[in-house]
């Protein structure tokens, strides 16, 4: 089946520009983690949406960031007045509710972006 | 609190002999384990859980971990690597709810 899609693969924008990245998650995962990369580094928590929650925001660097999820599906992440240290490659994954904790995370194939 | 340490940053082995990837974690309760691999430009691919079930745990391609809880350690092992499992290696621990915890990763190395 259909694994969980981000968009674009790769962004390349000038500092200070606005950016979104889209993930679509695995039909029927009520769970949706944003995370970033930085070049080797581990992954950085961004923020959890389960179901109708209100999110998870702990992890989001600045008030530049930002990300909403309509209708229980879709998410866009947005980051406001770009910065060089925001270039990463950002991660997005899926789970079926986490419950217990024992529900493996699905995860796309990241956005790449890159600030001039 | 929870944390995981990955006891190797770099790990390089010949075609063909063992694998060995060393995770070690802290956690106050009950944690569920994972094992990702993640391949150059792509996305983490969960290579097998550990969720209180059998301690030891086969994974796909032929990777396998054995929970060991006296020891807080959660090793990867493979008795044969080949030239494809050359990739990124993440521990993965959570203890209830959704926080997730990665391990630093370890960047195994297949020499031909």
């Known amino acids: 089946g259909a694994g969980v899609s981000q968009s674009p693969s790769n962004k390349v924008t000038e500092k200070g520009k606005d950016v979104e990245l889209r993930c679509d998650p695995i039909s029927g995962h009520t769970a949706l983690y944003w995370y970033r990369q930085s070049l080797g580094q581990g992954l950085e928590f961004l923020i959890y949406?389960?179901?109708?929650?209100?999110?998870?925001k702990s992890g989001l660097p600045s008030d530049r960031f930002s990300a909403e999820r309509t209708g229980g599906s879709v998410s866009t992440l947005t980051i406001q007045r770009t910065q060089q240290e925001d270039s990463a490659v950002y991660l997005c994954?899926?789970?079926?509710?986490?419950?217990?904790?024992?529900?493996?995370?699905?995860f796309g194939d990241g956005t790449r972006l890159s600030i001039l | 609190a929870q944390s995981v340490t990955q006891l190797d940053s770099h790990v390089s082995v010949s075609e063909g002999t063992p694998v060995l990837l060393r995770c070690n974690y802290s956690s106050s309760y009950s944690p569920s384990l994972f094992w990702y691999v993640q391949h150059p430009n792509k996305g983490l691919q969960l290579l097998l859980k550990y969720t209180s079930a059998a301690t030891l745990v086969k994974g796909i391609n032929g990777f396998e971990a054995e929970f060991k809880k006296s020891e807080t350690s959660f090793h990867l092992t493979k008795p044969s690597a080949h030239m494809s499992d050359a990739a990124e290696y993440f521990c993965?621990?959570?203890?209830?709810?959704?926080?997730?915890?990665f391990g630093a990763g370890t960047r195994l190395f297949v020499k031909a």
């Open positions: 949406f389960q179901g109708n929650s209100a999110p998870d």
């Open positions: 993965v621990v959570t203890t209830g709810g959704f926080k997730t915890i």
């Open positions: 994954a899926s789970s079926l509710s986490p419950g217990g904790g024992n529900q493996p995370q699905h």
